[in-house]
Nanobody, 115 residues
Framework: QVQVVESGGGLVQAGGSLRLSCAASGSIFSINAMGWYRQVPGKQRELVADITSGGSTNYADSVKGRFTISRDNAKNTVYLQMNSLKPEDTAIYYC?????????WGQGTQVTVSS
């Protein structure tokens, strides 16, 4: 069993910042990658950013220069620092954890950016 728990969502005005956190626990031997996805009603879930165990990062073009992903391997935790938020960043943000035996998702955390 692997548990993935997100925190840090909320309501913020355009131009503001939020920091999301995601902690993985349970039967984890080695995490290959951790990432953040987001989804709005009626659209597919899309990658926001991900990071490998070695620290390589990948970002969606729409968030480059505004969002920063980081991780603490010792704590099996990944963070997403979101700056200069825009109304179009409004979505449910999901944490994704890839381990040797499968992929796991958190329950999602709502981020709402008001104009």
């Amino acid at each position: 069993q692997v548990q993935v728990v997100e925190s840090g969502g909320g309501l913020v005005q355009a131009g503001g910042s939020l920091r999301l956190s995601c902690a993985a626990s349970g039967s984890i031997f080695s995490i290959n990658a951790m990432g953040w996805y987001r989804q709005v009603p009626g659209k597919q879930r899309e990658l926001v950013a991900d990071i490998t165990s070695g620290g390589s990062t990948n970002y969606a073009d729409s968030v480059k220069g505004r969002f920063t992903i980081s991780r603490d391997n010792a704590k099996n935790t990944v963070y997403l620092q979101m700056n200069s938020l825009k109304p179009e960043d409004t979505a449910i943000y999901y944490c994704n954890v890839v381990i040797l035996f499968g992929t796991y998702w958190g329950q999602g955390t709502q981020v709402t950016v008001s104009s």
